[in-house]
């Protein structure tokens, strides 16, 4: 595993980009929590719930109780996506999640040359992935996550599928909670679709974090697709008490996002805990998006 990594990083480093639109699966590319989206996605070395499971599949060693997860985005143009997952923790074994993302969008008419108007008939584009993931220690500061996913794809009368890896480590230290970690996305074959083949939008990504004071983290990931250029996130999230957080983020090097903004809630009920976080995340011309993750821990 070790040397798969090791030769994996310099292609992905160094290697040149392609151009964009080049590759398939691009949902795969939407943030699927609200907390992560508040504070930029400058997520991979913050993550700590079942979200981890997108963001950086080693963090799902952090989570202690079962955890569970799950968000609306309405994206635009009367796209809508989801996500769900749950994460349970393994004593001296490691952390298992499930996981299910979603992207579809509103009845869309058929039309023919012939019937320029319509046809009656409507039909759903949808994409969707099943995820399995894995988390565990090493050692006491250095943790290691796997998440394998099946993907589909559906327009009309076509359809096509694929498998997917994602491999994140990540690393802590004693100095003002000081942690960073890698990941490799969306690894896997190509997508056939119809008379064509597309890789997946795979990328490398280098994040880091700390805690200048105790109520305060900083954040920023580097992101580098194999599609595109190179971009940044950074965020922050500042804990007002116990119950209520604030976040901010913005994105450097993207056509159409920039910054973003949240804020959560986190209310102790018996032994369990319900979060619900709220984010906006500004799409430039696309108007903007709107994610709700309600979330249980127990």
């Known amino acids: 595993m070790k040397k798969l990594i090791l030769l994996l990083i310099p292609a992905l480093l160094f290697g040149g980009y392609e151009r964009p639109g080049s590759t398939s699966g691009q949902f795969l590319k939407i943030g699927v929590s609200a907390r992560a989206v508040g504070m930029g996605e400058a997520f991979l070395a913050v993550a700590d719930d079942a979200s981890s499971v997108y963001y950086n599949p ?14 609306h985005t309405r994206w635009f143009a009367g ?7 749950i994460a349970s923790p393994f004593r001296r074994i490691g952390t298992f999640a499930i996981s299910f993302i979603c992207l579809y969008t509103d009845a869309i008419e058929v039309t023919t040359p012939l019937q320029p108007d319509g ?11 099943f995820g399995l993931s894995y988390g565990r220690f090493l050692t006491d500061h250095t943790s290691i996550g796997l998440t394998a996913r099946y993907i589909g794809l559906s327009l009309y009368q076509n359809n096509v599928s694929a498998f997917s890896f994602d491999l994140g480590t990540l690393f802590r230290t004693d100095i003002r909670g000081f942690r960073f970690g890698m990941k490799i996305s969306n690894f896997g074959p190509n997508l ?36 595109d250029e190179d971009v940044i996130n950074t965020g922050l999230e500042y804990k007002l008490n116990r119950y209520f957080t604030l976040r901010g983020g913005y994105k450097f090097g993207y056509d159409a996002e920039t910054w973003s903004s949240g804020a959560g809630f986190s209310i102790p009920v018996g032994e369990a805990i319900v979060k619900l976080d709220y984010a906006y995340s500004d799409l430039g011309v696309l108007s903007g998006s709107h994610r709700m993750t309600m979330g249980f821990s127990f």
């Open 58 to 71: 080693a963090c799902l060693s952090l989570i202690g109780f079962v955890d569970i997860s799950a968000t």
């Open 79 to 85: 796209i809508n996506h989801e996500f769900a997952s």
């Open 119 to 129: 046809t009656g008939e409507t039909f759903y584009a949808s994409n969707y992935a």
């Open 192 to 227: 056939r679709f119809i008379n064509e083949f597309y890789s997946l939008p795979m990328n490398f990504s280098l994040g880091a974090a700390f805690e200048p004071i105790p109520s305060l983290t900083l954040a920023a990931v580097m992101i580098k697709p194999t599609d």
